[in-house]
């Protein structure tokens, strides 16, 4: 019975595979909107079907209108980066030698390296040539990508309807089928549900003010294309030990390069003052011990989980690690007696021999 249970597992398995991604994002964010859920369920008057698709719509709305507005606006502002990149390299070795390029240059250290023989412009515009190939690639494939989006909009959606609707009833079913005992299946829903928030709450919430405050001083600053580099910023801040600073420094170095110093000294200031502690403010705050994961643990499986399952894996990546740490701590409570015993044990001098290096 078991195997026959087994060998139908893997098969349903490679059958729902594909939407292995939506029903994990589905369970992530029903467990982080239920609240809301519960208060329309409320309004509704114990309505659940009503009330679910209300919490569906409100949650289609805020996602859709946004990233819709900012797609927009990114793709506008990154043809238009790619128009202006050339005319800005020739900018930067026409008015390099007045500004504080030409001072780094006359250094002793620079100069005794000789950096005559390379045609820096001709390879900087080759690099920009080939960033807008990348560019136009990257746009090429988002827009033949935009059907399997919606796709899988539309189906985390409607497995939302049925998680927010019967989620109670399939909470149950499965404790019952787990071997489990209830402790333990009570907290992994726990640590679930914490990791869930966490990982919404902390990163993403996070990484939308470092890009907001880094795209607003870009924009105070005269640099084109804030909102694209904004969103760039945003990314970069989801990726842990990663952030908003890969794209301030050099943005203030090209501006010191082109002779704009108190643009570039304002984008460093802010960087290192308000960027650098969003992080340390918000994160306690937004965040605290919900996690519960060491942090080098946080950045290998957000950085997996970006790599195996796309941009929404630095939320199943977490999700994931998180169920494997607590699986590992239920085995150590369960084989308590035998993992005590096995380090306790008294081995022979033969033995220990065989075991020194």
Same mark, same amino acid.
């Given at each position: 019975m078991l195997l026959i249970l087994l060998l +139908? #597992? @893997? +098969?349903?398995? %490679? +059958?729902?595979?594909?939407?292995?991604?939506p029903i994990l994002l589905a369970a992530v964010f029903t467990s982080l909107f239920y609240p809301l859920y519960e208060r329309l369920l409320a309004l509704t008057r114990g309505r659940e079907a009503l009330s679910s698709i209300i919490c569906c719509v409100i949650l289609l709305i805020g996602l859709i @209108?946004?990233?819709?507005? +900012? #797609?927009? /606006?990114v793709s506008v502002e990154g043809v238009s980066l790619f128009r202006s990149a050339v005319p800005l390299v020739q900018e930067i070795f026409q !008015?390099?030698?007045?500004?504080?390029?030409? #001072?780094i240059k006359n250094?002793? /250290?620079i100069r005794a390296v000789d950096f005559a023989k390379i045609d820096w412009q001709s390879s900087l515009q080759d690099i920009v040539k080939n960033l807008g190939q990348i560019l136009t690639t990257v746009i090429n494939k988002t827009s033949k990508g935009t059907f399997h989006v919606v796709t899988d909009l539309f189906v985390t959606l409607f497995t939302m309807f049925y998680f927010f609707r019967d989620g109670e009833q399939l909470t149950k079913r499965i404790k019952y089928l787990s071997p489990l005992d209830d402790v333990y299946e009570e907290g992994l829903i726990h640590r679930f549900a914490s990791v869930s928030r966490a990982t919404i709450k902390g990163t993403l919430l996070i990484g939308l003010a470092q890009g907001s405050v880094g795209a607003l001083v870009m924009w105070i600053c005269g640099i084109e294309s804030a909102i694209l580099w904004g969103v760039v910023m945003v990314i970069l801040s989801v990726i842990p030990l990663v952030g908003a600073w890969l794209v301030l420094y050099p943005a203030a170095i090209v501006q010191l390069a082109l002779g704009n110093v108190w643009q570039g000294v304002t984008i460093i200031a802010v960087s290192i003052i308000v960027i650098s502690n969003?992080? %340390?403010l918000l994160r306690p705050r937004l965040v605290g011990r919900d996690a519960g994961m060491?942090?080098?643990i946080i950045f290998f499986s957000t950085l997996g989980g970006i790599g195996v399952f796309g941009i929404m894996g630095f939320i199943i990546g977490p999700v994931i690690a998180v169920f494997f740490l607590t699986m590992l701590e239920i085995y150590s409570v369960e084989f !308590?007696?035998? =993992?005590? =015993?096995?380090? %306790?044990a008294d081995l022979s001098a033969e033995d220990k021999k065989s075991f020194e290096p």
């Open positions: +139908v #597992a @893997v +098969v349903f398995f %490679n +059958v729902i595979s594909i939407f292995f991604i @209108v946004p990233i819709y507005s +900012v #797609a927009h /606006l !008015k390099g030698d007045e500004g504080i390029l030409g #001072a250094y002793p /250290l969003i992080d %340390n060491h942090d080098l !308590k007696s035998t =993992l005590d =015993l096995a380090q %306790n």
